[in-house]
């Protein structure tokens, strides 16, 4: 079983939507938690870490963490045609040490 | 502040040939990471290094594949001989001590034909 779930979509919204995310893992003592964005041919930038439970905001994105349910997820608000990319999620810690666990990417797809 | 260097940007070699990848992590982050990314896949963990010592290594190929990190700075990853499947992105990371975040650098293109 793959330790971090995601589903590969593609993730279709129109411009201005909220686009929702969501990532799951297996290791219930992982500790930190980070999604990146990654453009066609470009590599992978981190746009969000969460450490504990509830929501982390920063400008337009939305980072949840429910360690109980170990689930993680991504909110993009007013979605743009320029967020159009991979969403890795990522976790590290527990077993996985200071490696990071990536989940195979959702596609988004923001048409305008 | 400058972010992840890597170089070259491409490369594409027969099989059987050798390669380098060269990466220069960002200034004053003592963790380093050799990645591996293919097509529609998340980034594999190669191997991990704090400053100059290789401390997570286990899913390196050690028959073909060789890393070093001198001076605890600069790395370089070695494939020798490349084959077919070796194809991939090959991606360098490095964090701090403090944060634990990977910022990551452009990667290499590897076509092994």
């Known amino acids: 079983q793959k330790e971090v779930e995601q589903n590969s979509g593609p993730l279709s919204v129109p411009e201005g939507a909220i686009a929702s995310l969501n990532c799951t893992y297996s290791d219930r003592v992982s500790q930190s938690f980070f999604w990146y964005r990654q453009y066609s041919g470009k590599s992978p930038e981190l746009i969000m870490s969460?450490?504990?439970?509830g929501d982390k905001e920063d400008g337009r994105f939305t980072a949840q963490l429910n360690k109980a349910s170990q689930y993680v997820s991504l909110l993009i608000r007013d979605s743009q045609p320029s967020d159009s990319a991979t969403y890795l999620c990522?976790?590290?810690?527990?077993?996985?040490?200071?490696?990071?666990?990536f989940g195979k990417g959702t596609s988004l797809l923001v048409t305008p | 502040e400058a972010g992840v260097v890597q170089s070259p940007r491409y490369k594409i070699i027969e099989k059987k040939q050798p390669v380098a990848f060269w990466c220069n992590p960002i200034?004053?982050?003592?963790?380093l990471y050799w990645y591996l990314q293919n097509l529609g896949q998340g980034p594999e963990l190669l191997i991990r290094y704090e400053n100059e010592e290789a401390v997570d290594d286990s899913q390196l190929p050690k028959d073909r594949f060789s890393a070093e990190r001198l001076k605890g700075v600069d790395s370089t990853l070695k494939i020798q001989p490349a084959e077919l499947g070796d194809s991939a992105v090959y991606l360098c990371?490095?964090?701090?001590?403090?944060?634990?975040?990977?910022?990551f650098g452009p990667g290499t293109r590897l076509t092994v034909t």
């Open positions: 200034s004053g982050h003592n963790t």
């Open positions: 990522a976790v590290k810690g527990g077993n996985s040490g200071y490696a990071l666990n």
């Open positions: 969460i450490y504990s439970n």
């Open positions: 990371a490095s964090s701090s001590a403090v944060s634990h975040e990977q910022y």
